[in-house]
């Protein structure tokens, strides 16, 4: 296996090729931008299909793609449950009860409905810690692509760093979110089409899904695991013990496919910026459903070449082995070992395009909802108020080149300071946590108040970190991993069990202790105020779909049957 | 909407499928550079993948494009 590819002049013309398209799109959209809310929430003006790719495209960045891989080569078939159970539903849930609120009540960003269903401080928490983690996000994926490309291909690290960071500013600066939902369907495409050969050579040469199901049996077996338990689902998750996760299902349904995924799918600003861009409520709540649909395949395409790559690592006659990294494989590697391994110069180009693509529209992802997050819910509502709205969209493009150069800077800091990085994340994935307990409640029940959203997200960030700082998983050595309180209550078998219990008792502490504040205090907000924020407020809406197959509740069901064949045939 | 986004996007497969295709027509007769694909010509297939995925989406942004201005 050679470790760095060589690339020919075909390759290098495709990567031209695609840039050339991406800032094209850009230049293309410039002149449409007139205003802050074309420049910033796209003009509520994008069909569907387009709003549905884009949302599941910006979750798959290449950081999701090179991870779930990891993820299949390491754990097998039961990362599916990342899709099937732990997007699926949320995604199903937030087209059908969310999207109205979200859509119907006129808000520019998640932390805008914040402010106008509960108050000023619960907008601005959320708000601004959500502007961090996208500077942080963004700064991240540049960080490991200037890596990957580093290691790869020999390309300068500043150099790629530079190139990437204008190429992404250049058509977020130009078009706006737009032009980021745009690129987003265009390397949707390009990610399906690239990495299929992968799947489909690989596949060829171990034998098709038997062939791939004999060899992991043995690697199973070797591990000392029942012969299934990287190609089953749910039957190895019966128990912790049964499975190399070391997560049980109570664990993964709860944790992952409740809090952790309704957390994400349902509240996360990223992706429902996506659907907040479709042209009408109806396509707004079908933008998540229209995405579920090839949101459910993607493990095909995603974790499958992981569990070929180690089928094919446990064969010493494979001729194609994982590279070492301390005492166990550098899983990370997994996309660019096997792109390399199978693939001739022509679609290598393909592949490592599609992988750039992903790098960048995660970049861009970030920063066109960091631009917005800031514009409206910081700079405009704590700032500088009531200033015209050609300054607003000025602001917002200003927003764009500096969200880009500071995560410039989080890049570098990534690459001198990885535990720093490790640190954000684990307060990041504090405050997240109980999110969801907020907006459910907020929703769902009207006598929710502010202080109770506020003091009940305070508490749920606080229940995660102790639980984190009293729990620790099998064979953690440094504190990033938990246990920093002193004593250790409980060991996980595994980091990813403690991360899903972290997320229950982050949720449920939020959820109640919300209810409790909420009854304490008066609900200061009129009945007025809530209308078409609540759910028992607000009239039911009727689709103005023409047919009744083209309705959101049809598609649902159609998501939801899909769902559920897939997860009993792969059982 | 002020583009069709179809137009791009088929623009775009169409010609990296054309170049794909083209690459793997001439190189066909190198069976050393197939070797790690299996002895398939990936290049061909991929190419020939994207140009009707690309024409596709052509035919219809083009259609589409073509009854609005009537």
Redesign the interface.
């Known amino acids: 296996m050679d470790s760095a590819f060589s690339l020919g002049w075909?390759d290098y013309?495709?990567m031209g090729?695609?840039f050339v398209?991406v800032l094209?799109?850009g230049w293309?959209?410039k002149r449409?931008m007139k205003s802050s809310a074309d420049f910033l929430t796209g003009g509520k003006?994008?069909?569907a299909w387009?709003t549905g790719l884009a949302f599941i495209s910006t979750n798959l960045g290449a950081l999701e793609v090179m991870g779930m891989a990891a993820s299949g080569a390491k754990y097998g078939m039961i990362t599916t449950h990342f899709y099937w159970i732990g997007a699926i539903p949320a995604m199903i849930f937030l087209g059908l009860f969310m999207m109205p609120f979200y859509y119907g009540s006129k808000a520019r960003s998640v932390p805008e409905y914040l402010k106008l269903r509960f108050d000023e401080k619960t907008r601005g928490f959320n708000a601004v810690s959500f502007a961090v983690m996208t500077i942080f996000a963004s700064g991240i994926s540049m960080y490991a692509m200037a890596m990957l490309m580093e290691t790869l291909l020999g390309w300068n690290f500043t150099l790629s760093i530079f190139i990437s960071a204008m190429i992404v500013l250049i058509y977020t600066y130009l078009g706006g979110l737009k032009s980021a939902i745009?690129n987003e369907?265009?390397q949707f495409?390009l990610i399906v089409?690239g990495f299929?050969?992968l799947v489909f050579?690989g596949l060829?040469?171990i034998g098709g899904w038997e062939g791939l199901k004999i060899q992991l049996a043995e690697v199973a077996t070797s591990h000392g695991y029942a012969a299934g338990a990287w190609t089953e689902t749910w039957r190895p998750v019966a128990n912790a013990s049964d499975n190399p996760m070391g997560v049980e299902w109570f664990g993964v349904v709860m944790g992952l496919g409740f809090v952790l995924s309704f957390g994400y799918w349902c509240t996360n600003f990223l992706v429902v910026q996506r659907a907040m861009a479709a042209g009408s409520m109806s396509a707004a709540r079908k933008t998540p459903l229209i995405g579920a649909l090839p949101k459910m395949f993607i493990p095909f395409l995603v974790i499958v070449p992981g569990m070929i790559a180690i089928a094919l690592t446990s064969n010493p006659d494979s001729g194609f082995a994982l590279p070492l990294k301390g005492d166990s494989y550098d899983y990370d590697k997994v996309i660019p070992m096997m792109l390399g391994?199978?693939?001739?110069?022509?679609?290598l180009g393909?592949g490592l395009t599609a992988l750039m693509a992903s790098f960048m529209s995660g970049m861009a992802g970030n920063v066109t909802a960091f631009n917005t997050v800031w514009t409206y819910d910081i700079y405009q509502s704590y700032i500088n108020p009531e200033k015209s709205d050609k300054h607003y969209l000025w602001m917002g493009q200003m927003a764009t080149v500096f969200g880009i150069l500071v995560s410039i800077g989080a890049a570098y800091m990534a690459k001198l300071f990885n535990n720093v990085m490790d640190f954000l994340q684990l307060i990041f994935a504090f405050i997240n946590a109980p999110l969801f307990a907020t907006f459910l409640l907020g929703m769902f029940w009207r006598r929710t108040t502010g202080h109770g959203a506020f003091f009940g997200l305070l508490s749920g960030t606080t229940a995660a970190a102790i639980h984190h700082g009293l729990t620790q998983p099998a064979g953690a050595t440094s504190l990033i991993k938990g246990g920093w309180l002193g004593t250790v209550v409980h060991t996980y078998p595994s980091e990813m069990a403690q991360n899903f219990w972290t997320a229950i008792f982050a949720f449920t502490t939020c959820f109640v202790f919300t209810i409790i504040i909420s009854l304490l205090t008066k609900q200061i907000k009129t009945k007025e105020e809530l209308t078409g924020l609540v759910y028992s407020l607000t009239p039911r809406i009727k689709d103005e779909s023409k047919h009744w197959y083209q309705r959101p509740q049809v598609l649902a069901i159609v998501v939801g049957i899909i769902a559920i064949i897939l997860s009993i045939l792969f059982w | 909407m002020e583009i069709d986004i179809r137009l791009p996007i088929g623009f775009m497969f169409s010609l990296l499928g054309l170049l794909l295709l083209i690459f793997g027509l001439t190189t066909e007769a190198d069976p050393e550079l197939y070797k790690r694909s299996l002895e398939i010509n990936v290049n061909l297939w991929s190419g020939l993948l994207m140009l009707i995925f690309g024409g596709l989406m052509l035919f219809f942004g083009l259609r589409a494009k073509r009854s609005k201005t009537k």
Not at chain 1, 341 to 347: A, E, L
Request: no cysteine; charged share 0%; hydrophobic share 60%.
């Open positions: 075909i013309t495709i090729v695609y398209f094209g799109i293309a959209l449409h003006s994008i069909p387009i745009y369907v265009l495409f089409i299929l050969p050579l060829l040469s391994h199978y693939f001739p110069t022509g679609v393909l």
